[in-house]
C-alpha cells in the first residue's frame, strides 16, 4: 500500500469513528431544551462585563457595559427600556439609567426578577465587580435567553439596577438609587399594583455558594425560594439560617411589594477587617472568585421558583 493510499485509509476509518460521534453531539445539543439555564453561558457574560473595569454610577465604562447589555438584549429579539433619572449623590446630581425588558405573559400580573450592574466606586484600587454587579447582570442575561423560549404565565419584567451601590458611604439617601427611583415612579403610574412578586439577585456567583435567608424579604416568598432548593437537590447551598440584607429589593417592600432577596454575602475568608469576606468590595472580587455551577444553581432555583409562583393560588 502507497504512503498516500495509507494515508486514504487512515483518513477514512478516523471519520467512521469521529462523524458518529459528531451527529451524536448535535443530536445532543439539539435534544437540550431551550429552556434550560446554563450557567456556563451566564458565566461567559459574566467575564464580558468584568471586562468593562470598575462600573461606578455615571461613569464612561458603566455606559459602555450599558450599552453592551443592550445589544445582547436587543440580539434576542428584546426591546429594552431605558429608564434615564438623575441620582442626587455626595458629589452631586449623576445621571443613571435603569433598563427594563418586558416579556409578555398570558397574565398581566408581573414578576420581577432584578439585579444591579454598576459596581461600587474605590479610588485606592481596582475594583471589577466580578460577582458584586458582574453576576447578577450575567444572570438576568442568561434568563433572557430562557425566558424568549418558555411559555411564561405571568408577564415577567427584566430589571438591570442602575446605582446600587453607594457612592461615598451607604446610608439612606446614598445607595439603592435605581430601584428606589423605580419604586416611586412606578407608585406614581399606578403599575407597581402589578407586580406579584419581585426576586432580587446579587453576589450570586461566589464559587463558595451559600444563600442565607433573608430577614427583610417577604415570608411566603422566601419559603417557596428555599423549599424549591432544596425540592432540586440544592439545600446545602441555601442555608435555613436568617440575616438581614439591605438591598434593592427594600424600595418595594417598603412599597408593599412581596419580594425576595437572593444574596450571598459571605464572599471569600472572613476577619476583623473583613467581616463580610475578604473578596468583598475588595480587588479580590475577580472573574477566577466565580463559578459557573453557582449561577446555574441560582438559574435553576428562580426557574423553579417561578414554576411555583405560576401554581400558586396565592397568584390566581
Not at 447582570?137 to 434568563?143: G, I, K, V, Y
Not at 437572593?262 to 466565580?290: E, F, N, Q
Request: charged share 25%; aromatic share 10%; proline share 4%.
Amino acid at each position: 500500500m502507497t504512503r498516500f493510499r495509507r494515508s486514504a485509509y487512515w483518513i477514512g476509518i478516523v471519520m467512521i469513528c469521529v462523524l458518529p460521534l459528531m451527529a451524536a453531539a448535535r443530536r445532543a445539543r439539539a435534544a437540550r431544551p431551550e429552556g434550560t439555564f446554563s450557567g456556563g453561558r451566564a458565566f461567559e457574560d459574566l467575564k464580558h462585563i468584568a471586562s468593562f473595569g470598575p462600573r461606578p454610577a455615571g461613569s464612561k465604562p458603566l455606559s459602555d457595559t450599558r450599552r453592551w447589555i443592550v445589544n445582547q438584549l436587543e440580539q434576542m429579539g428584546y426591546k429594552v427600556e431605558e429608564d434615564l433619572f438623575q441620582g442626587e449623590t455626595p458629589f452631586g446630581s449623576v445621571t443613571m439609567i435603569n433598563l427594563r425588558v418586558i416579556i409578555p405573559g398570558t397574565s398581566p400580573k408581573v414578576v420581577m426578577l432584578a439585579g444591579h450592574y454598576d459596581t461600587a466606586r474605590y479610588e485606592e484600587f481596582n475594583f471589577v465587580g466580578a460577582n458584586d454587579g458582574g453576576s447578577s447582570a450575567a444572570f438576568l442575561l442568561e434568563m433572557a435567553r430562557v425566558l424568549a423560549h418558555r411559555k411564561n404565565k405571568f408577564t415577567t419584567w427584566l430589571v438591570f439596577f442602575d446605582g446600587e451601590e453607594a457612592m461615598q458611604k451607604w446610608s439612606n439617601t446614598d445607595s439603592l438609587y435605581g430601584s428606589r427611583h423605580l419604586a416611586e415612579k412606578l407608585t406614581a403610574s399606578g403599575e407597581l399594583g402589578r407586580i406579584q412578586a419581585m426576586i432580587l439577585v446579587d453576589m450570586i456567583g461566589d464559587a463558595k455558594l451559600d444563600i442565607y435567608r433573608d430577614g427583610n424579604s417577604t415570608g411566603w416568598l422566601t419559603d417557596i425560594v428555599f423549599k424549591t432548593a432544596k425540592r432540586l437537590g440544592y439545600g446545602k447551598y441555601f442555608l435555613d439560617e436568617a440575616h438581614g440584607y439591605v438591598d434593592d429589593h427594600m424600595p418595594f417592600i417598603d412599597a408593599g411589594v412581596s419580594a425576595v432577596d437572593i444574596i450571598d454575602l459571605d464572599y471569600g475568608p472572613r476577619s476583623a477587617d473583613h467581616p463580610m469576606g475578604a473578596y468583598w468590595h475588595t480587588a479580590k472580587d475577580t472573574v477566577d472568585k466565580c463559578s459557573p455551577l453557582s449561577l446555574t444553581i441560582v438559574g435553576q432555583v428562580v426557574l423553579g421558583t417561578v414554576e411555583e409562583l405560576e401554581k400558586s393560588p396565592r397568584l390566581k
